[in-house]
Nanobody, 115 residues
Framework: VQLVQSGGGLVQPGGSLRPCCAA?????????VNWYRQAPGKEREWVAT????????IYTDSVKGRFTIFRDNGKGTASLQMNRLKPEDTAVYYC?????????WGQGTQVTVSS
């Protein structure tokens, strides 16, 4: 099973980015998808979750109203639309697919918010 991430980059405060994650070698539609991030010198923190069917979504408080998590089970992809970005959103973002004991991670993608 492989999760391949794309997207990310450098953006000015107030800008938008949409990192994506593509799954290979698994029945993607049976996995919940999570996004995490890790800023320099900090612990990895959970950002958002979407259940396997997409019927339940939850966000950490600091991104509510700015970030939106998506998934397309037909294509085996997930993404995180990030709007009104702030410098404190700067981190490496990781997608994660989880089901029972199965737990897979993408390689991470750098998001830098700076003027």
């Amino acid at each position: 099973v492989q999760l391949v991430q794309s997207g990310g980059g450098l953006v000015q405060p107030g800008g938008s980015l949409r990192p994506c994650c593509a799954a290979f070698g698994c029945t993607f539609s049976s996995y919940a998808v999570n996004w995490y991030r890790q800023a320099p010198g900090k612990e990895r923190e959970w950002v958002a979750t979407i259940t396997s069917s997409g019927g339940f979504i939850i966000y950490t408080d600091s991104v509510k109203g700015r970030f939106t998590i998506f998934r397309d089970n037909g294509k085996g992809t997930a993404s995180l639309q990030m709007n009104r970005l702030k410098p404190e959103d700067t981190a490496v973002y990781y997608c994660n697919a989880r089901k029972a004991r199965d737990n897979y991670w993408g390689q991470g993608t750098q998001v830098t918010v700076s003027s």
